[in-house]
């Protein structure tokens, strides 16, 4: 039973003969969905994709996993998915070792791998309903119907894969991961290179599934998604993790605010009894570039525009601006480089 389904969801150049995960030091943390502890992952080629991991996944979250091409972030999924080995550590799926107990953990995950592998020749409704035999679940054909519809695919199941669109196809590979009802589901760049429509789609589909207890890792490239729809997110940058955060608290510590005021007249330099407001001059002193925090300096701006106007500084516009997740990954990713 667990080897044909490891081959439906191999991804192809990534067999390997990796060592074997050890159930060395683990704490067994049965709280959490996915638990990973002491994660390495050498590659054949001797490359280290991975480097002593340690992530937990909390029951019922959406978390993204965030890191530039070539982070990880694929390799960490297929280890938990069973699809690759570890070189040393631990998982725990729901609190099932994914070595020793692999056919629990396995039921438990559904996995929409970044690659689209199928068989051309199997029919649609055929497809979805093999995958969920492969978990050993009964016959169910309400259950495939439903996941067929809900992924708009009903009026194409009788059509070969072949025939699909490039996005009808991933609708299908979302099908044939729900379709033994997971608990937990894995989306590997679900929306890389997918039409509006179906990404309005998938995260309507993510936050139905979330609706119902089902936790959602899911890795993308659209961070201002992730700052959307995720709970938390977790930055892996060359194989390590570099950060877990709430996705607000993390907005709320390393968001900035600027306010700039184009002022009426320029000035040669910030007055002395404003230098506690640390501002900037931009725009040959046409500008006055105020950086605040997100959150807690908000009341400052009041008082800071009072004083200017006891200082007859005047202003014809304003505008404001915040930082993104994305400037925040990008300046995470940069530090973290070696
Ligand atoms: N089967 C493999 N053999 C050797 N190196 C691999 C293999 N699969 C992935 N890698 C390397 O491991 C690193 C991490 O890859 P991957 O997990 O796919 O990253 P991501 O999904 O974050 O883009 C990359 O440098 C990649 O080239
Ligand atoms: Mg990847």
Known sequence: ???????????????????????????????????VRGLTKH?????????DVNLDIR????????????????????????????????????????????????????????????????????????SRGLFGKPRNPAKVEQVLRDLSLWDKRDERLMSLSGGMKRRLMIAKALVHEPRILFLDEPTAGVDVELRRDMWNLVQRLKEDGTTII???????EAEEMADRVGVINQGQIKLVEETRELMRQLGRKQLTLHLETPLAQVPET??????????????????????????????LLQALDAHGIHFRDLHTQQSSLEEIFVSLVRDGHR
């Open 43 to 51: 590659y054949d080629s001797g490359f280290r994709a991975l480097h």
């Open 1 to 35: 039973m667990t080897t044909p389904t490891q081959f439906l969801f191999r991804e192809t150049g990534q067999a390997d003969s990796g060592a074997g995960g050890q159930a060395s030091a683990a704490v067994m943390d049965a709280g959490s969905a996915i638990h």
């Open 274 to 303: 404003l230098s506690a407001y640390g501002l900037t001059l931009g725009d040959d002193g046409h500008e006055l570039i105020y950086t605040y925090d997100g959150q807690g300096d908000r009341d400052s701006i009041p008082a």
């Open 59 to 130: 029951h019922g979250e959406i978390f993204a996993l965030l890191g530039p091409n070539g982070a990880g972030k694929t390799t960490l999924i297929s280890i938990i998915c069973g699809l690759v080995n570890a070189s040393e550590g631990t998982v725990l799926v729901d609190g099932h070792d994914i070595q020793r107990d692999f056919r629990a953990a396995r039921q438990r995950l559904g996995l929409v791998p970044q690659e689209l592998a199928t068989d051309a020749f199997a029919k649609v409704h055929a497809s979805v309903s093999y």
């Open 218 to 224: 899911l890795t993308t490239h659209y961070i201002e």
